[in-house]
């Protein structure tokens, strides 16, 4: 069981330690302590039932569902694309900059409702969870594969925590207006790529 455990969670943060859209945001926010807590407990809780949803078994509807996976593609391509000119927009403006940020004076919900639009707008992120973790899930018989998904459910709790609330570390550094600005064009030139990387898997 502990074994189950164990590997559920390191399969858990191998999968999302990538840096991808989700993670940049829960950062960004994590630098600006703005509704911290609110974010990464979406961002965790969604991956959670995500992972234990695939250990269910719905993986194989989402695999049978062509069409689906064809409509987030599209509307996560839409998504990041606007979430990239944004952060460009801020790395050329003034308001690059840790007490200046247009993140500043949104509310609970708009960093409620973009975290959740970076995790359910997001394909790999259902592949990741429902399909891979669905199917790794099986290797395990009985009450072990809802083992594995505890770790794994666990795994993503502790990696949403370090990312969002060990950001104030970073701190120093982001006093200066230029190291927003290169942020700001890192996070454009992510959500850029995944958009083109997504329209591309849809028309291919």
């Known amino acids: 069981m502990y074994s189950a455990f164990i590997f559920g969670f390191a399969t858990s943060v191998g999968l999302i330690l990538a840096i991808g859209p989700q993670n940049a945001f829960v ?3 994590g630098l600006q302590k703005q509704h911290v807590g609110l974010v990464v407990a979406t961002c965790a809780i969604s991956d959670g039932a995500m992972i234990l949803a695939g250990v ?3 993986g194989h509807l989402v695999q049978q569902s062509p ?8 509307g996560g391509a839409a998504f990041l694309a606007c979430y990239g000119v944004l952060a460009a927009r801020r790395a050329w403006s003034a308001k690059s900059t840790l007490a200046t940020s247009s993140f500043e004076e949104r509310s609970w919900r708009h960093a409620l409702l973009t975290a959740l639009a970076f995790t359910f707008l ?5 592949l990741d969870t429902i399909v891979l973790m669905g199917t790794i899930s099986t290797g395990y018989a ?3 594969k809802w083992i594995f998904a505890l770790g794994a459910s666990v795994g993503s709790v502790t990696w949403f925590s370090l990312l969002g609330f060990g950001a104030r570390l970073l701190q120093p550094v982001f006093s200066r207006p230029i190291s927003w600005k290169i942020l700001d064009l890192f996070i454009a030139a992510l959500m850029l790529s995944l958009s083109a990387l997504l329209l591309l898997s849809a028309i291919s």
Do not use: E, T
């Open 27 to 29: 950062l960004r926010q």
């Open 56 to 58: 269910a078994g719905a």
């Open 67 to 74: 069409l689906i996976m064809q409509g987030l593609r599209f």
């Open 122 to 126: 997001n394909p790999h992120v259902y």
């Open 142 to 144: 009985g009450m072990g």
